[in-house]
């Protein structure tokens, strides 16, 4: 017996399916809801970050303020620990929300040097 190559390739090639119903892998409305209210959340975690930079950069002067270089090198980590998310998190959700060469990347890196100088008045004030 000797096999066809068409066959081996597509073996359910002689068989027709034919759906009586359809298969909906997801609910597209509530898919809908799902993202619209992520991006609400996320556009409330971009104008609450610049304010919730205040705490680490607290956290780093009062570092540089201690006697102890153990308690020193511990809150300077753990305001590291606290700069991470309110940075990374809305500037990764902007770079990868918009395409590159746009006004909206140019408005990100605005964005970016916005949180780098709230930071840094955070800093002088504290």
Not at 8 to 28: A, I, M, T
């Amino acid at each position: 017996m000797q096999v066809e190559p068409a066959k081996f390739r597509n073996p359910l090639s002689n068989f027709n399916l034919h759906q009586k119903f359809k298969f909906k892998l997801y609910d597209s409305e509530a898919l809908q809801v799902f993202f619209t209210t992520f991006r609400i959340r996320c556009y409330f975690l971009l104008v609450l970050s610049p304010f919730a930079l205040a705490a680490p950069a607290y956290l780093t002067q009062v570092s540089f303020g201690t006697g102890s270089i153990g308690i020193s090198i511990g809150l300077f980590l753990l305001s590291l620990l606290l700069v991470l998310p309110w940075t990374l998190v809305p500037v990764l959700f902007l770079f990868t929300t918009f395409s590159a060469n746009t006004w909206h990347r140019k408005v990100s890196w605005a964005y970016v040097a916005l949180l780098l100088l709230s930071y840094i008045i955070w800093m002088m004030i504290f």
